[in-house]
Nanobody, 121 residues
Framework: DVQLVESGGGSVQAGGSLRLSCAVY????????VAWFRQGQGNEREGIAV????????YNADSMKGRFTISRDNAKSTVYLEMTDLKPEDTAMYYC???????????????WGRGTQVTVS
């Protein structure tokens, strides 16, 4: 079974940076695409960025371009999300998810981590 474990969240001041990690255990073709989503309190879950773990092709949601960068290290079976110039509105639980389709639609992903909290003040 594929399992995802996020880490790297925490509290940061506005303008700061964080790098989140998503460790992927038990890779199968069901984890061809790994995405980062976030969900703030009272908000719907929104897609941030997606990476094809094989080719390394990346996609950013239009509203997330410029400050969020997804990357992967296949040797470490880890996908990263680099976040810069963080703003209070970036406060949310951040999740990574795996699936076969590289989209920003959460129902296309059927393996999810438990999330890591990011708080920007």
């Amino acid at each position: 079974d594929v399992q995802l474990v996020e880490s790297g969240g925490g509290s940061v001041q506005a303008g700061g940076s964080l790098r989140l990690s998503c460790a992927v255990y038990g890779y199968t073709d069901s984890s061809d695409c790994v995405a980062w989503f976030r969900q703030g309190q009272g908000n719907e879950r929104e897609g941030i960025a997606v990476i094809s773990t094989g080719r390394g092709t990346t996609y950013n949601a239009d509203s997330m371009k410029g400050r969020f960068t997804i990357s992967r290290d296949n040797a470490k079976s880890t996908v990263y999300l680099e976040m810069t110039d963080l703003k209070p509105e970036d406060t949310a639980m951040y999740y990574c998810a795996a699936g076969r389709l590289c989209t920003f639609i959460s129902r296309h992903y059927f393996i999810w981590g438990r999330g890591t909290q990011v708080t920007v003040s």
